[in-house]
T-cell receptor
């Protein structure tokens, strides 16, 4: 099993603050995906990082894939209440053509106005 | 048709009963996966169907079964329901097994077993 550990599990901040959440594994992944899930909805893909050391920006969100492709981080600048949600990282099954994803438990982010 | 649609949105069943959950995938998405998401957990892979055949299974017993149809719809069947089967069941589809472009998830079916 390829485990993904996410931290922190819960994060509660005020609007305007910056934050970083982490996704770590002892396994190497060919890529990692970040999803955001809101209550009563399914996860929505934010980004896929593929290359070790890669940095991708999506407006106020910055995603980084570790050089060894075992970890990733998500940094949000000037958080807004609309950023509230469960942030999940997921990686594909290693050594298989199967598109199975391993998910972490997620970071529940709450941004207060 | 765009998006992934799941039905029903909520369901309450009694222990020992059987349930069928349905999913309508995006046109052209030949891969559909089902995930179980317990409260406070990330989604756990149940199985995947590719071109109407089961293409892989996670650590779930045989009482979890599925079907994929040519019209991009699919079903998840669970027999002999147990209390621990209470969870959000997510259907996800992809045109390429999700390896680079990720999956499109439905909103899920919230199953409660009492």
């Amino acid at each position: 099993t390829q485990l993904l550990e996410q931290s922190p599990q819960f994060l509660s901040i005020q609007e305007g603050e910056n934050l970083t959440v982490y996704c770590n594994s002892s396994s190497v992944f060919s890529s990692l995906q970040w999803y955001r899930q809101e209550p009563g909805e399914g996860p929505v893909l934010l980004v896929t990082v593929v290359t070790g050391g890669e940095v991708k920006k999506l407006k106020r969100l910055t995603f980084q894939f570790g050089d060894a492709r075992k970890d990733s981080s998500l940094h949000i600048t000037a958080a807004q209440p609309g950023d509230t949600g469960l942030y999940l990282c997921a990686g594909p099954d290693r050594g298989s053509t199967l598109g199975r994803l391993y998910f972490g438990r997620g970071t529940q982010l709450t941004v207060w106005p | 048709e765009t998006g992934v649609t799941q039905s029903p949105t909520h369901l309450i069943k009694t222990r020992g009963q059987q349930v069928t959950l349905r999913c309508s995938s995006q046109s052209g998405h030949n891969t559909v996966s089902w995930y179980q998401q317990a409260l406070g957990q990330g989604p756990q892979f149940i199985f995947q169907y590719y071109r109407e055949e089961e293409n892989g299974r996670g650590n779930f017993p045989p009482r979890f079964s599925g079907l994929q149809f040519p019209n991009y719809s699919s079903e998840l069947n669970v027999n002999a329901l147990e209390l621990d089967d209470s969870a959000l069941y997510l259907c996800a589809s992809s045109p390429d097994r999700g390896r680079r472009d990720g999956y499109t998830f439905g909103s899920g079916t919230r199953l409660t077993v009492v």
